[in-house]
Every structure is written in structure tokens, then in C-alpha cells.
């Protein structure tokens, strides 16, 4: 039996793509006899829009599926100070105060979330009093939980290479935005009891960190669904800023949103738009 989840952020409109990773999720919980859980990730400060997620849930309605819906993100923000607090204590937190323009100058490699902090601040502590992120150190929690597993449905059992996103942020620095997102989700699965982590192909390197996040924490270690991602005809995965339609959008032109769900189950996908063909980006 799985409890799957959909968890979109309410910063733009949901299109096809979300429609795809939804129904994926959804069917995943359903032919299993589970549940398929709704989860808004409304901690992005600002760039939250609360009237979007009622939006959401008017979409998935309209593709005509069934949800239970868990507590948004915003009102578990003590739990994921809780969680910081641990690992803190742990000795595995460091204050960071660098800029994302210093940081890009200084890094030495890419990761999967753009440059890998070169450890500025782990070298040399900020002693000032502006605002600090707090990053993971990554080595120092790796060496504390030994090699990692995880599994996916589709892409079998993989190591854990949690080192490849490098020190990343747990707490940010904005005080609107308490926790990253790696925090948060992994803390929210486990308690939202998510069995079997569905979402796009493009977050299978979080999984890394969340998987060693996981073992630090003592939580549950769900299996993961990474599924191929919708394209655009230049290739490019759809996004809500490169303007690709909205579903509210077709819901409010009259287009049938079960019918829509149905191609999408059966890969009959609109014209210009494809299916990737690789299951994860090869590191
Ligand atoms: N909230 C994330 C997003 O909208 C999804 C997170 C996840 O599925 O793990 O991209």
C-alpha cells in the first residue's frame, strides 16, 4: 500500500507537467490500495501566493482526482527548527553568511543546485552580526552515518552520493523562509507517513540529501518514484517561467480536464511537447 504525494509550491500556476507528476502520484497510491496526499510547500516567503493554492486544488479536481490534504509547510515551521536544533546539537550545522554572487565566484564545481559552496565560512566563521544561512556539513555527516542506500522504483538501488550538492543550506537566512527546502521536505514526508516519494526526474539528486538527512534525523526511509519529466519543443523542461499554458487556464477555456488526465495516462501527449527519455541526470 502506498501513500504517494503531490507538494507543489504555490509561486506560480500549475501546467501540465504538475498534471503529469500529480496523476503519476495519484495512480501509484491508488492501484495500490493507498492514499495520495496533497501538501502545499508554502514556506518560499514572498514568492508564496496563499490564493494559488486553492487554484491547485481546483485543478487537480478538474483532472478528477481524489486527495487527502496534509498541513501546508507554513504552519510546521516549529518542527523544522526542532530538526535544526538536533543536528545543530550534533555539531553538524555551521553559520554561513556568503552571498549567492560570492559563493558562484569561489566555487570550484558544479552540483546539481548550481555552484557547490566552497566552504568559505566553514574555514572561517562569520563573527559579525548580519543575518547567516546554516549550512550541513556534508563530510562531517557523511562520516558520521557511514555509506547510504535509497531505492528507486525506476532507477534501482543507488548509493547515496550526498556530497555531490556539497554543504547545503538547512536554514536560511531570510527570516520569512525558516527552512530549506531539503529540510522541510524530508521532515514533512515522514510525518505526512509518505511511503513512496513521487516527484520529476530533476529533484532525484535531493534525494542524496535528503536520504542522509533521513539517517541523521532517525526517520523512516520512504522508496522514491523519480518520473521522466514533460518538454517543451526546444527540449527544455515545461516551467511556470517559461510561460508554458496553465491549468487553470485550460480548465477556464472549457477544455475536459478528465479527458486530459486520460491522454497523459495513455502518453498522448499535446503537439510540441515530449516525454524525457532519461530516468535521472547521469552523475
Ligand atoms: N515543492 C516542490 C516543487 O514544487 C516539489 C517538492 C517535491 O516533490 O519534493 O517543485
Given at each position: 500500500?502506498?501513500?504517494?504525494?503531490?507538494?507543489?509550491?504555490?509561486?506560480?500556476?500549475?501546467?501540465?507537467?504538475?498534471?503529469?507528476?500529480?496523476?503519476?502520484?495519484?495512480?501509484?497510491?491508488?492501484?495500490?490500495?493507498?492514499?495520495?496526499?496533497?501538501?502545499?510547500?508554502?514556506?518560499?516567503?514572498?514568492?508564496?501566493?496563499?490564493?494559488?493554492?486553492?487554484?491547485?486544488?481546483?485543478?487537480?479536481?478538474?483532472?478528477?482526482?481524489?486527495?487527502?490534504?496534509?498541513?501546508?509547510?507554513?504552519?510546521?515551521?516549529?518542527?523544522?527548527?526542532?530538526?535544526?536544533?538536533?543536528?545543530?546539537?550534533?555539531?553538524?550545522?555551521?553559520?554561513?553568511?556568503?552571498?549567492?554572487?560570492?559563493?558562484?565566484?569561489?566555487?570550484?564545481?558544479?552540483?546539481?543546485?548550481?555552484?557547490?559552496?566552497?566552504?568559505?565560512?566553514?574555514?572561517?566563521?562569520?563573527?559579525?552580526?548580519?543575518?547567516?544561512?546554516?549550512?550541513?556539513?556534508?563530510?562531517?555527516?557523511?562520516?558520521?552515518?557511514?555509506?547510504?542506500?535509497?531505492?528507486?522504483?525506476?532507477?534501482?538501488?543507488?548509493?547515496?552520493?550526498?556530497?555531490?550538492?556539497?554543504?547545503?543550506?538547512?536554514?536560511?537566512?531570510?527570516?520569512?523562509?525558516?527552512?530549506?527546502?531539503?529540510?522541510?521536505?524530508?521532515?514533512?514526508?515522514a510525518a505526512d507517513g509518505?511511503?513512496?516519494?513521487?516527484?520529476?526526474?530533476?529533484?532525484?539528486?535531493?534525494?542524496?540529501?535528503?536520504?542522509?538527512?533521513?539517517?541523521?534525523?532517525?526517520?523512516?526511509?520512504?522508496?522514491?518514484?523519480?518520473?521522466?519529466?514533460?518538454?517543451?519543443?526546444?527540449?527544455?523542461?515545461?516551467?511556470?517561467?517559461?510561460?508554458?499554458?496553465?491549468?487553470?487556464?485550460?480548465?477556464?477555456?472549457?477544455?475536459?480536464?478528465?479527458?486530459?488526465?486520460?491522454?497523459?495516462?495513455?502518453?498522448?501527449?499535446?503537439?510540441?511537447?515530449?516525454?524525457?527519455?532519461y530516468l535521472h541526470d547521469?552523475?
Amino acid at each position: 500500500m502506498n501513500v504517494t504525494r503531490f507538494a507543489p509550491s504555490p509561486n506560480g500556476p500549475l501546467h501540465l507537467g504538475h498534471a503529469y507528476s500529480a496523476i503519476v502520484a495519484h495512480d501509484l497510491a491508488r492501484q495500490s490500495g493507498g492514499r495520495f496526499l496533497l501538501r502545499i510547500e508554502d514556506i518560499d516567503g514572498a514568492r508564496s501566493r496563499v490564493e494559488l493554492a486553492d487554484e491547485f486544488r481546483e485543478d487537480l479536481a478538474w483532472l478528477g482526482l481524489e486527495w487527502d490534504e496534509v498541513p501546508a509547510q507554513s504552519s510546521r515551521v516549529d518542527e523544522y527548527e526542532v530538526a535544526a536544533a538536533t543536528l545543530a546539537a550534533m555539531g553538524l550545522l555551521y553559520p554561513c553568511k556568503c552571498t549567492r554572487a560570492e559563493i558562484a565566484a569561489a566555487s570550484k564545481a558544479m552540483g546539481p543546485d548550481g555552484p557547490v559552496y566552497p566552504g568559505t565560512c566553514l574555514i572561517d566563521p562569520p563573527k559579525g552580526e548580519e543575518p547567516v544561512a546554516w549550512r550541513l556539513d556534508v563530510a562531517a555527516a557523511m562520516a558520521r552515518t557511514g555509506m547510504l542506500t535509497w531505492h528507486d522504483e525506476l532507477a534501482g538501488e543507488q548509493v547515496a552520493r550526498s556530497d555531490l550538492s556539497g554543504d547545503v543550506v538547512l536554514v536560511r537566512k531570510d527570516a520569512d523562509t525558516p527552512a530549506s527546502y531539503h529540510l522541510a521536505v524530508t521532515l514533512d514526508d515522514a510525518a505526512d507517513g509518505v511511503t513512496l516519494v513521487t516527484r520529476g526526474a530533476d529533484l532525484f539528486a535531493a534525494t542524496h540529501v535528503h536520504r542522509l538527512l533521513q539517517e541523521l534525523l532517525g526517520l523512516p526511509v520512504p522508496r522514491w518514484h523519480h518520473h521522466a519529466l514533460l518538454l517543451d519543443s526546444d527540449g527544455k523542461k515545461l516551467a511556470k517561467r517559461r510561460g508554458s499554458p496553465s491549468l487553470a487556464g485550460r480548465r477556464r477555456a472549457g477544455e475536459d480536464g478528465k479527458a486530459l488526465a486520460d491522454q497523459l495516462r495513455a502518453g498522448e501527449l499535446p503537439t510540441g511537447i515530449t516525454l524525457s527519455a532519461y530516468l535521472h541526470d547521469p552523475v
